[in-house]
């Protein structure tokens, strides 16, 4: 069993910074891709950013030039550095990884989720 567990999240004002954290626990061969998606009411969730295993990274176009996705192999973590928020960044963030749990298998996994929100 893999399990992912987020930390970070908060209560921020417009223009501020918040970091999240998501940290892999369990037993598997490796990390593959890794990423953080975001979710509103009423809404899909999105890709906000994605980085592989070889740490090529891609971001959702609303933020780019602000959040910055990073990740250690060695601790089996991914981090989301969020600055310049906005309002509209408000959401539930969910790290997600996919995991190779055996030779030639692997399978994706989701954390809890973590709420931020940027109000003044």
């Known amino acids: 069993q893999v399990q992912l567990v987020e930390s970070g999240g908060g209560l921020v004002q417009p223009g501020g910074s918040l970091r999240l954290s998501c940290a892999a626990s369990?037993?598997?061969?490796?990390?593959?891709?890794m990423g953080w998606y975001r979710q509103t009411p009423g809404k899909q969730r999105e890709l906000v950013a994605h980085i592989t295993s070889g740490g090529s990274t891609n971001y959702a176009d609303s933020v780019k030039g602000r959040f910055t996705i990073s990740r250690d192999n060695a601790k089996n973590t991914v981090s989301l550095q969020m600055n310049v928020l906005k309002p509209e960044d408000t959401a539930v963030y969910s790290c997600?990884?996919?995991?190779?749990?055996?030779?030639?298998?692997?399978?994706?996994?989701w954390g809890q989720g973590t709420q931020v929100t940027v109000s003044s």
């Open positions: 997600t990884a996919n995991v190779r749990v055996r030779v030639g298998y692997s399978i994706g996994y």
């Open positions: 369990g037993r598997f061969f490796s990390i593959n891709a």
